[in-house]
């Protein structure tokens, strides 16, 4: 069996559509796009490097005047701002925890607190769920 059968009609149709293609000649465009695709790769990854670095320094070093009072904008910006995102997209009612019992560490609204006095979340963003994901996944 020839590579061509295990790629699917649908993946190599794009190559006769878009680039117009013969039939004979589809492997190759496939092929060819797949070496451009791996030359490009270390470009990406560095312009990908280069502007997330740029991104941070901005935030710390020039910080947006929205921010003050709102979010970091310190070396802890990236989980701050989701956080604060997700207060101002979530009704509070759906975001935080609520207090059961009068015994329970709450605020004067009636919501859940830890330790530390912040708010314990009853519902994260996506935003949120991402930058645990990644911090799980470079501890790891």
């Given at each position: 069996m020839t590579a061509q059968h295990y790629i699917t009609t649908a993946r190599l149709d794009i190559y006769r559509k878009h680039l117009k293609v013969k039939p004979a000649q589809v492997?190759?465009?496939?092929?060819?796009?797949?070496?451009?695709?791996?030359?490009?790769?270390p470009a990406m990854q560095c312009l990908e490097v280069t502007l997330r670095n740029a991104i941070n320094t901005a935030i710390q070093s020039f910080p947006p005047a929205g921010a003050k009072g709102l979010w970091d904008t310190n070396s802890n910006w990236v989980t701050s701002l989701p956080k604060y995102m997700g207060d101002n997209r979530v009704k509070p009612s759906e975001?935080?925890?609520?207090?059961?019992?009068?015994?329970?560490?709450?605020?004067a609204a009636g919501y859940l607190l830890d330790k530390w006095g912040n708010r314990l979340l009853a519902r994260t963003l996506i935003e949120e769920n991402l930058v645990d994901q990644a911090k799980s996944q470079i501890s790891k």
């Open positions: 492997m190759a465009a496939y092929h060819w796009n797949k070496a451009l695709a791996g030359a490009l790769l975001r935080y925890k609520r207090a059961r019992n009068r015994k329970d560490l709450q605020d």
